[in-house]
């Protein structure tokens, strides 16, 4: 009798210890894989309540930039128009010594937000610099084209919801992200009109990454960048009436996609590269770029 009881025992404490390793074995995986999704959030893993709350990991851009995968290198652009950043003296810079001013404080830096004015009266360093400021850059030509793809270019009759083109979203210029019908596929406002964009680009006496850029006209062809190679006196609706603006007797800075009052000379193959780049004025303004998260 006493060897059965023994025996009884026995299993008893077998199983109870097989029983304590699958629960303890439970356990240790279950801290495991919560320690991996800890930066996630850790407040709802059995750890978090001992050591915090991580935030949560937001993206590839950070907020107020889309992300564009239309180039061989994907990148982050601004949503909308750069406007200045709260801590900047001149809100809404409107001249180009207020631009100045701002640019002296450190902590001035642009921004990427919906219905504020876009920051402008600035030449093209101004513009780097203010985008350096806040750890981003000018876009090159090509980026800012691949970004503006599939804007509308907006035609009659036009409305306050299309790209403003011709003052038809206000008197002149417009708060930044009002057009819900002048957004590009990657989600970006306002590529077109408003105000001429600079871009990281010069022509040096008519001289563009290698080739001379055409006369001012209507752009007849473009390469993959949307610059005009073949410029004409007629319109090309292939290209929606669009322009290229050329001297080539200076050093030109270059922006895109038109401003307020371009009306059709607007659009994703429209290039001013006729002032220098210390050029500044109320119809032309920025956005900046920068590299993904997590990208060497």
Not at 56 to 85: H, K, N, W
Request: some cysteine.
């Amino acid at each position: 009798m006493y060897l059965r009881e023994y025996r009884i025992y026995m299993n008893i404490s077998h199983v109870t210890k097989v029983s304590a390793v699958i629960v303890a074995s439970t356990i240790l995986a279950t801290l495991a894989v919560n320690a991996v999704d800890m930066r996630g959030n850790m407040a709802s893993t059995l750890l978090g309540g001992a050591f915090g709350v991580i935030d949560r990991e937001e993206g590839p851009c950070p907020q107020y930039m889309t992300l564009v995968t239309q180039a061989l290198v994907p990148f982050c652009i601004d949503v909308y128009e750069a406007s200045a950043g709260a801590s900047c003296i001149a809100m809404h810079p409107g001249t180009e010594q207020e631009s100045v001013l701002n640019l002296v404080d450190p902590s001035c830096s642009a921004v990427s937000a919906p219905h504020v004015p876009p920051w402008r009266n600035l030449t093209q360093a101004q513009a780097q610099q203010a985008c350096s400021r806040a750890g981003k850059r000018l876009p090159t030509p090509g980026e800012w084209f691949k970004a503006a793809l599939g804007t509308i270019d907006p035609q009659a009759p036009l409305t306050d919801e299309q790209c403003n083109v011709a003052n038809n979203r206000a008197d002149g210029v417009a708060a930044t992200g009002n057009g819900m019908r002048c957004v590009s596929d990657a989600g970006a406002y306002d590529m077109i009109g408003n105000v001429w964009e600079w871009v990281d680009g010069q022509v040096f006496e008519g001289e563009w990454d290698g080739r001379v850029l055409p006369k001012s006209g209507y752009v007849r062809g473009a390469d993959m960048d949307g610059i005009a190679y073949e410029t004409g006196g007629g319109q090309d609706e292939r290209f929606s009436a669009d322009r290229l603006w050329s001297d080539a007797s200076i050093v030109a800075g270059m922006m895109r996609g038109g401003y307020y009052d371009s009306k059709s000379n607007a659009g994703l193959y429209s290039v001013y590269a006729a002032s220098p780049p210390t050029f500044s004025g109320d119809a032309v303004g920025f956005r900046c770029v920068s590299m993904p998260r997590n990208t060497p």
